[in-house]
């Protein structure tokens, strides 16, 4: 009998931590040993790089990354793809690479005042095997994990981020350099066909974003097209669809970049996640995915409600600018991808939001940035989010606004309950039907047939004025007004003709007053 195999059977082991083991079913340990030197080769220039000067600082299923630590690629990444798909398409890698390089966008860089800063994690350079074979890209390089949050965290985890990133100013901003980024790409000629969180990142300092995985996006129009494509973010007209169909135009890109605008500024819902009523839209024995939903249309957060359905008690929808909720609503309407809006008009409408400052502070926490919100509107932090308690220097900081409550859901948003009276009578804020019945008829009628009796110019003016208020107030929330149409349009006519009417009377009366200094 062998005693030694029996007293390695009988042995214990020490206890103690020990790294997980290689995974023989996982293609990722198919990955490249750089224990020989790599070289990188741009404008047919070669330059060594010794395993010592490179150090793996991620992996993933199809490529392991490193970084470059010193010499001309210092502050550079090598991407080198696991051998298995080499094998597999290594010619048309190489190739898609090549290309990659001769038509990068025209800035892959932003250049800012704080500095430059990559929009596309683009490759430089390819990179070959001590054998002379291609084997990777050379591409810039950004600590995401101390200088950037990645946007499936900067969705979702809201009380992880800073202050700044919870406010509804900071994210506008994300959104709108997000569609500038996909615009940039859109030009030069690119789609990204698998936009997604997991390969965007929101630089901290700026608000900038980063895409990586470049070498994943349809190249040139579809010459080297996209081969992956993630549920979820499939334009429901696509969605039976390969990725390759969809790298020939950017209408897979509108629908995706729609999404993520609808998730940046609803803090993380997604345009489809909604009760579902009526049993014939959705029931229970069909897939309650969001891309099924996407398919049958299954939007509550439109301007006119879908019957049937209702939005999440989480959404603030109804406090963003109606021009937002318009786009918002073609996107997620539309029969056709050529209907939704491209980027550069969401970059054009979220930069002008910007530009105009179109925010305010609350009320309550003027001094809490993620309490700011839209003009004209109130406070969704305090009204939806619940967040309503105080901080000082001296106390724990507050719940973040992305730390839902169950609170119930808030009227379509008013202005500022601090604001005056006549300020929000002429804004429109009490609605159409409240602020022609109860301000003009049952308030002004009588008032207008007191001062008939008592035949005085100066309450004459008065009446005036505030009617004047009121027959502002009527067509401004007639625009806002999503009811019947003839109502509507009722209103705008009545308000046209009475404004003129009104200011003609104040300045007869008001000149008759000065003239005469008398019946005041």
Sequence with gaps: ?????????????????????????????????????????????????????????????????????????????????NQALLNKRRGELKNKVKRMIALSPESTELKLETGNVPQFNWPIALVENEKGEFCGLVAPYVNFKKDAYDLTSYLLNINLLEEKHQSITERIQVARNLAGAVSTLHKAGHFFVDMKPQNIFVLKETSTVIFVDCD??????????????????????????????????????????????FQLLDY????????????????????????????????????????????????????????????????????????????????NSLHKLVTDWSFEKCSEYPERMNHRHFKGTNCFACEVFNDKSTASNNEEQPKSVGSFSKSKKPPVSTNNSKKGFLKQLRSGNYGLAKTYWLYGVCIGTPGSYLIEILEMKTPILVLCFYLLNVWVGVWRAASDYQGLKLWKWSAKILSFVNIPFLIIIMGVILDSILGSGSNL
């Design 1 to 81: 009998m062998d005693t030694s195999k029996t007293n390695n059977l009988n042995s214990e082991v020490e206890p103690k931590q020990v790294a997980s083991a290689v995974d023989p079913w996982n293609s990722s340990s198919h990955e490249i040993k750089t224990t020989n030197e790599l070289f990188i080769k741009k404008d047919n220039k070669l330059e060594r790089v010794e395993p010592a000067n490179f150090k793996k600082i991620g992996q993933g299923g199809t490529s392991t990354v490193y970084l470059v630590k010193k010499g001309v690629y210092s502050g550079y990444v090598i991407k080198v793809y």
């Design 216 to 261: 994943g996006f349809s190249i040139n129009g579809g010459e080297f097209p996209a081969h992956h494509i993630s549920p979820g973010y499939i334009a429901p007209e696509e969605l039976d669809n390969r990725p390759e169909q969809l790298s020939l135009s950017s209408e897979q890109d509108h629908y995706a970049l729609a999404l993520l605008i």
């Design 268 to 347: 993380g819902n997604k345009p489809y996640a909604c009760r579902v009523h009526d049993k014939s839209l959705l029931d229970d024995s069909e897939e309650h995915t969001s891309d099924n939903r996407a398919r049958k249309g299954l939007y509550a957060y439109g301007l006119l409600p879908k019957k049937g359905l209702s939005p999440r008690k989480e959404s603030i929808y109804q406090y963003w600018p109606n021009e937002i909720r318009k786009l918002l609503d073609q996107a997620f309407t539309a029969k056709s991808g050529k209907n939704r809006p491209s980027a550069k008009k969401w970059f």
